[in-house]
């Protein structure tokens, strides 16, 4: 927690800007400069009913008085009664969606008289990441450190050329717990500009804040004005207010160990009636890499192409090797899931792979909630509850 | 992330189903360690991990023995010298055949488990003089099933080197063993104190020769096994071949037991 006195903030490269202030038309300002600069902006839009991003030009193409009620198994849009630029937190798609495109192209091949060579594809569109939440922040980074070591010739140039515009969290749905995970409401490193709105009292303005020197830049080709105090104390208290009005929580102490110690619990196979496998909490989750790919070649056999999409380690398919599958029933796909972001994670990469958006939760269809699981594991840990005892056998014959 | 493209060689067909290509290698030569895998591409078909079956003291050649069992091994098998597969690798740990010196080495397998286990029988067996007994069991499903069948009869024929042979089912003229490969252990001459195992089968078949070789005195610090699990890049990107913490691609798919932990015996993990 910061405190609430005005300070200055120091970007990743060291120096130190102060905040600024804009209003409406300076983001639309700022949309254009990075427009200019080259980037394609991509950004929250309304797209049937749900907020996904895609191109944006300017903020009317914002969900401009738009916010989101989101539950377990629930996602709905409402209007506002005010003119919000950024009245909503995540929808189902995270920034993994540029970064990683499902479909993308690995190489094409064509046969030559030495067998075939390859092509490596086109370089995509530098893209600015308008309206990054401060959980999807902190996903990218964690995404960092499954691509960034290892090449694979497409995520590196794209995250590398991407521009971040943060946008701070003043109004979580029910189902974030980013407090409870140390990514959010506020963000701390990994973006060019961040930006606080501010609504109330008639006032409606933006704090703006630089993170690196090419947001400096950015910010310097705006009319934006140094912030009064007193308007940074009230875009600070509102981002408070927001860790305090967070809905759910994730306790993350000694979760590696409860979770090792845990495979074994019945419990997961009590998940696993209710788990569809559908897979649809490892799409959009912001941190969820794995991946598969497809080759194609064709018709007359002279070309061919791998291309890259998103995979989900609750197909049976995933795991199949010659004979089977390995993890064949959905408690354990279910375990494998959440034990990897919460506990193998930390041994593969050294962080948590959950940041707390609560995607999860809202888009599982039967509302299975991964906060709510693991207290439940916690409850029933089987290292302080012998199997046997009526709370192990109550949840195996639920 | 690219495959490379290799001339097939020549194709031999050990078994029924099962094929050792040997490709000629991009540029001027070719280095892997015992135990390791490339990913093979049939082009337009899709990309496989397979093991390496060759010597490594042969930078001459790329061998990989390959079980037809689906689309792609199906096609890479049905390749004819001259014609060309996309090659990426060697990926992954090896077999510790350093960790054997001055001691026994007792190498278990079964069915096509042999092919990753070749290039570390090769290997010691060109260094002979740096291991005590040397002790190759291995099973198979029926005498028509041993997997470089001739090979074995050398390496049985040698007096530096103990082989024994099962089979799960004899036929008329089989006078060997029937039974599981666990069985044969009980027969080997090794120091249950001192000796290095390497293992490489079915993961039942590893699991019941663990059991059998650490109730006769063995220490999981001095059992090696390979993993198998289903792989699509071999360089732990796509996140298919996770076991507990581990990318068996590149923490395996040679690991020592001791540092498997109990996690990665867990039912379905």
Not at chain 1, 190 to 206: K, M, N, P, R
Not at chain 1, 255 to 265: F, Q, R, T
Not at chain 2, 17 to 35: C, I, R, S, V
Not at chain 2, 111 to 125: F, M, N, S, T, Y
Request: with cysteine; net charge negative; hydrophobic share 35%.
């Amino acid at each position: 927690m910061w405190p609430l006195v005005p300070y200055t903030r120091a970007s990743q490269d060291g120096e130190v800007t102060a905040p600024l202030v804009i209003d409406r038309e300076g983001v639309d300002a700022l949309i254009g400069e990075l427009i200019n600069r080259g980037y394609e902006v991509v950004g929250p839009t309304v797209r049937g009913q749900t907020i996904l991003y895609d191109t944006i030009t300017s903020t009317g193409d914002l969900p401009v008085g738009i916010r989101d009620r989101q539950e377990a198994g629930t996602y709905r849009l409402e209007k506002r009664d005010d003119d919000a630029l950024f009245g909503y937190v995540v929808g189902p798609q995270s920034w993994k969606q540029f970064l990683t495109p499902p479909g993308t192209v690995f190489w094409k091949g064509l046969r030559t008289e030495d067998g075939f060579e390859t092509v490596a594809p086109e370089e995509p569109p530098k893209y600015a990441f308008f309206g990054a939440r401060p959980c999807d922040v902190a996903a990218m980074k964690i995404q960092d450190d499954v691509y960034l070591p290892i090449e694979d010739g497409l995520y590196t140039s794209r995250r590398k050329r991407s521009f971040t515009v943060a946008v701070n969290c003043t109004e979580p749905a029910s189902t974030c717990f980013c407090a409870s995970m140390g990514t959010g409401p506020d963000v701390n490193e990994g973006y060019d500009i961040a930006l606080t709105e501010v609504l109330s009292g008639g006032q409606h303005y933006f704090l703006a804040e630089a993170g690196s020197d090419e947001g400096t830049d950015v910010l310097a080709a705006l009319a934006a004005r140094d912030a009064r105090d007193e308007e940074v104390v009230k875009a600070r208290r509102l981002v408070v207010h927001a860790a305090d009005q967070m809905g759910r929580k994730l306790e993350t102490d000694g979760l590696k160990d409860l979770l090792y110690a845990n495979l074994e619990n019945p419990y997961w196979a009590e998940i696993g009636e209710r788990c569809l496998s559908c897979t649809n909490c490892t799409m959009v989750c912001p941190t969820c890499f794995c991946s598969t790919v497809e080759d194609r070649q064709a018709l007359d056999g002279s070309s061919a192409e791998r291309v890259r999409t998103w995979d989900s380690c609750f197909t049976l398919d995933f795991s199949y090797i010659h004979g089977g599958a390995v993890r064949s029933s959905a408690g354990a796909r279910y375990r494998q899931w959440l034990t990897h972001k919460l506990a193998s994670w930390q041994d593969q990469f050294d962080s948590i792979g959950c940041v707390g958006c609560g995607r999860c939760i809202a888009w599982c269809p039967v509302g299975i909630d991964i906060t709510k699981e693991v207290a439940a594991i916690r409850e029933r840990d089987i290292r302080l509850v012998s199997v046997g005892t009526p709370i192990v056998k109550e949840a195996a014959s639920e | 992330m690219h495959p490379v493209p290799c001339r097939v060689h020549s194709v031999v067909r050990e078994l029924e189903d099962t094929f050792t290509l040997e490709l000629d290698p991009p540029g001027d030569g070719w280095e892997f360690a015992p135990g390791q895998f490339t990913m093979l591409y049939a082009f337009g078909i899709g990309e496989v991990p397979i093991s390496i079956s060759g010597d490594p003291s042969d930078s001459s050649r790329i061998v990989q023995t390959i079980r037809a069992v689906g689309p792609v091994t199906d096609a890479l098998t049905a390749v004819s010298p001259g014609d060309f597969v996309g090659v990426r690798g060697p990926y992954g740990t090896s077999w510790p055949t350093g960790s054997a010196e001055g001691r026994d080495l007792l190498i278990i397998t079964g069915g096509i488990g042999l092919a990753p286990l070749r290039p570390a029988i090769l290997e010691v067996l060109d260094h002979r003089d740096r291991y005590d007994n040397i002790t190759l069991l291995y099973g198979a499903r029926s005498p028509g099933e041993l997997l470089f069948a001739e090979e074995l009869q050398e390496w049985r024929g040698r007096f530096d080197l103990e082989v024994l042979i099962t089979v799960d089912r004899g036929d008329q003229v089989w006078r060997g063993p029937v039974g599981v490969v666990t069985s044969l252990i009980g027969r080997a001459s090794f120091d249950p104190e001192s000796a290095v195992a390497f293992v490489c089968g079915p993961e039942i078949m590893m699991r019941f020769t663990i059991q059998e070789l650490l109730s006769r005195g063995f220490t999981d610090d001095r059992l090696h096994i390979s993993m198998e699990r289903n792989m699509k890049c071999g360089i732990g990107l796509c996140g298919h071949c996770q076991l507990g913490p581990f990318f068996v691609c590149k923490d395996g798919p040679i690991f020592r037991c001791s540092e498997m932990g109990d996690t990665c015996w867990t039912r379905e993990v």
